[in-house]
């Protein structure tokens, strides 16, 4: 079973007598479940297992979302490419395609566009799946059996995040905004969620932005794990192999050689600093576009 039988059974939609008798169906359809367009957001849910996505389905539609599904790889990635949704969950042993590669052909057919946030699910103890599912761009994973409650709270943090900033939203402007911070060859501007470096524009997924704004915006500061997932993730608790990935991945998109960084510094023991120039002086290197310090 890959949700809680206790949430499934007692509080799922089927205890409060759901109409969605052809879930199934809808599923391997990609279709729309419930009603029209919520106003939270829209969720593409991609998971082989009917009972699972139905009890998705239904904790997110009642949080006001809007919800299709789809049961394989292929019918996920052309339900994207079709409606491009806010947000993604996907299962990561799917038929037909898996959700590695599923994920893999999500990004790479981005082409610069905002990226589509993605939720991976996973088997509870393979830590080398959710590593690889970080790997190839997903931004959040949660473990199998899992309540889904936990998910509808992931699921509302990484679109919060993941909105704050878009053109003519609402926190356009206010502390996920502000102004373009340049350092050491990188331009990054909040507002928009663009990165370039040298000029050349980067394919940073949502976390890795924001993993690269807070470093940008606390130079010279020893950042321990756990700190970094409560202000980057916004959880209290988690997998800290996750900060570790995704530093681990910021680094190979901005360093020279990823192999010896000079810009994120391991300090051993205590977490990373963010070195903005460390041959010329960090004192002098961090600036915003208008060149104020």
């Not at 292929?74 to 491009?84: T, Y």
């Not at 394919?203 to 409560?230: N, S």
């Not at 510094?265 to 576009?289: I, K, L």
């Amino acid at each position: 079973m890959a949700v809680s039988d206790v949430e499934r059974t007692n509080e799922g939609p089927g205890a409060e007598g759901s109409d969605r008798t052809g879930a199934q169906g809808e599923a391997q359809a990609g279709g729309q479940v419930g009603a029209p367009a919520g106003a939270q957001g829209s969720v593409l849910v991609v998971d082989d297992d009917p009972t699972v996505s139905e009890v998705v389905a239904g904790y997110l539609e009642r949080a006001g979302f809007s919800v299709r599904l789809a049961a394989d790889g292929p019918s996920g990635l052309r339900a994207a490419e079709e409606q491009r949704p806010d947000l993604m969950v996907l299962d990561l042993m799917l038929p037909g395609m898996d959700g590695l590669e599923v994920c893999r052909r999500l990004r790479a057919g981005e082409n610069g566009a905002r990226p589509v946030p993605v939720i991976m699910l996973t088997a509870r103890g393979d830590e080398d799946d959710r590593i690889l599912g970080l790997e190839v761009g997903a931004d959040d994973y949660v473990t199998k059996p899992f309540s889904p409650r936990e998910l509808v709270l992931r699921v509302r943090s990484v679109l919060r995040r993941a909105q704050a900033g878009a053109p003519g939203s609402a926190a356009e402007g206010g502390p996920e905004g502000g102004p373009r911070l340049a350092v050491a060859g990188l331009v990054l501007d909040p507002g928009a969620r663009r990165a370039h470096k040298e000029g050349r524009e980067l394919a940073l997924t949502l976390r890795e932005f924001d993993l690269l704004a807070y470093f940008l915006r606390h130079p010279g500061q020893v950042c321990d794990r756990e700190r970094l997932m409560r202000e980057v993730w916004g959880w209290d608790f988690g997998d800290l192999s996750t900060v570790t990935v995704h530093v681990r991945r910021l680094r190979g998109k901005i360093e020279d050689d990823p192999g010896n960084p000079r810009l994120i510094r391991t300090v051993w023991g205590a977490g990373y600093r963010f070195e903005p120039a460390p041959d010329t002086g960090a004192e002098h290197a961090f600036r915003t576009e208008d060149g104020h310090a």
